[in-house]
């Protein structure tokens, strides 16, 4: 019985340890400005400018999992979320190259926005010099 006790209190500790790692990666997202990606080696245009938490209180989205979804075997994994990854650790492999990665990219956002009839779809209104934060 006392070890059964023990494996529910390690259990439990563990949960919460994964719990305060998951929250405060999620907390993490607000400090983002820009939507950048390592595995853009060269940028052909400036990154986007992104208010992570302004955009997602602006369009009203409060899942996650939206935008920082999981896939496997082709099938949407509900209530698993990528938060924390670059989108580059699944859009780009060697058997892809940066445009799959870019197609990602504006799949994700540009649908959205056609969608929702709102925000930008064209190149320059999210990749502006203007906009992009100095360096």
Do not use: W
Not at 2 to 28: C, D, E, G, N, Y
Not at 110 to 126: M, R
């Amino acid at each position: 019985m006392q070890s059964r006790h023990k494996t529910a209190a390690r259990l439990a500790r563990l949960a919460l340890i994964a719990l305060l790692f998951t929250v405060a990666t999620v907390f993490a997202q607000g400090d983002i400005t820009t939507v950048e990606d390592s595995g853009f080696e060269k940028r052909t245009r400036p990154v986007v400018a992104f208010e992570h938490d302004a955009h997602n209180q602006k369009a009203e989205i409060y899942d996650c999992a939206v935008c920082h979804h999981v896939y496997e075997n082709g099938e949407k994994r509900e209530g698993q979320m990528s938060v924390g990854m670059e989108c580059s650790e699944c859009h780009l492999s060697e058997n892809s190259g940066p445009m799959e990665l870019t197609r990602a990219y504006h799949r994700m956002c540009k649908t959205c926005h056609l969608e929702k009839n709102a925000g930008p779809v064209q190149c320059a209104q999210c990749h502006s010099r203007q906009n992009a934060p100095a360096k």
